[in-house]
């Protein structure tokens, strides 16, 4: 959380929609998708403040240009955006509920069409956000 924790003062609304409008295509839908779910958590007054740390410093890294693997490279631009999307998601699954979901699968589709909710690619982060939700009582 502490790394993540750095890149906070990067994040602005503004600078998110930015980022995504600007090459939101280029990243992939794994990555967009990632990002509105922790962006519409962010919005969720049922997220924990900490769990909202953990998602500034997420979506400001998302949105930092200079980073780890810079994002002008094809293919492999996105790789560590998408690894830092992830840790957050996994730290915050609880906040990740319905509203969320259908919030961030209808941006989704704004930006990649009417079939983007159901790409091999949203399939895979909606499984590992299951895997990653504590099992009920037993």
Not at 32 to 51: Q, R
Not at 85 to 105: E, N, R, Y
């Amino acid at each position: 959380m502490e790394e993540q924790s750095k890149y906070q003062k990067h994040y602005s609304a503004d600078g998110f929609w930015a980022k995504l409008t600007k090459v939101g295509r280029e990243a992939g839908m794994k990555v967009v998708y990632c990002g509105l779910l922790l962006y519409y958590a962010l919005e969720s007054p049922k997220t924990p403040i900490k769990a909202k740390v953990q998602i500034y410093g997420a979506l400001g890294y998302l949105i930092l240009p200079l980073d780890v693997v810079p994002d002008l490279l094809p293919a492999v631009g996105y790789v560590d955006d998408l690894g830092a999307l992830m840790l957050a998601l996994g730290a915050v699954t609880k906040s990740i509920d319905s509203s969320v979901k259908q919030k961030a699968s209808q941006k989704l589709k704004d930006f990649f069409g009417e079939k983007a909710a159901s790409s091999s690619e949203v399939i895979e982060v909606e499984a590992q956000l299951q895997l990653e939700e504590p099992a009920g009582p037993r």
